[in-house]
């Protein structure tokens, strides 16, 4: 079993930064692909990024390219998303997530989330 627990969202302007961290349970955690999926107000869940059990490969929604950047430290069991030159349409509940592979795969769903953080993005 793998918790997740998400945190460092909130309230930021247009054009800023934050970073969201994803505090992992579980000894396994540096064998897992690892990702962020956010959902707006009245809209599906979509993807936004994914890296690989390693960090030697990582995967983002056209949208966030440029902007966003996944990482890993497996030693803290911890997945990160930077977030930089923030817009509005970024704003959404930002949730983390793993699979059971090694590698990111847009044709199976995670096996685990978290709970999510808000994050608002002021124009």
């Known amino acids: 079993q793998v918790q997740l627990v998400e945190s460092g969202g909130g309230l930021v302007q247009a054009g800023g930064s934050l970073r969201l961290s994803c505090a992992a349970s579980?000894?396994?955690?540096?064998?897992?692909?690892m990702g962020w999926f956010r959902q707006a107000p009245g809209k599906e869940r979509e993807f936004v990024a994914a890296?690989?059990?390693?960090?030697?490969?990582?995967d983002y929604v056209d949208s966030v390219k440029g902007r966003f950047t996944i990482s890993r430290d497996n030693a803290k069991n911890t997945v990160y998303l930077q977030m930089n030159s923030v817009k509005p349409e970024d704003t959404a509940v930002y949730f983390c997530?793993?699979?059971?592979?090694?590698?990111?795969?847009?044709?199976?769903?995670?096996?685990?989330w978290g709970q999510g953080t808000q994050v608002t993005v002021s124009s």
């Open positions: 997530a793993a699979w059971v592979a090694r590698y990111y795969s847009a044709s199976i769903l995670p096996a685990y």
């Open positions: 579980g000894r396994i955690f540096s064998s897992y692909a």
């Open positions: 890296i690989s059990w390693t960090g030697s490969a990582t």
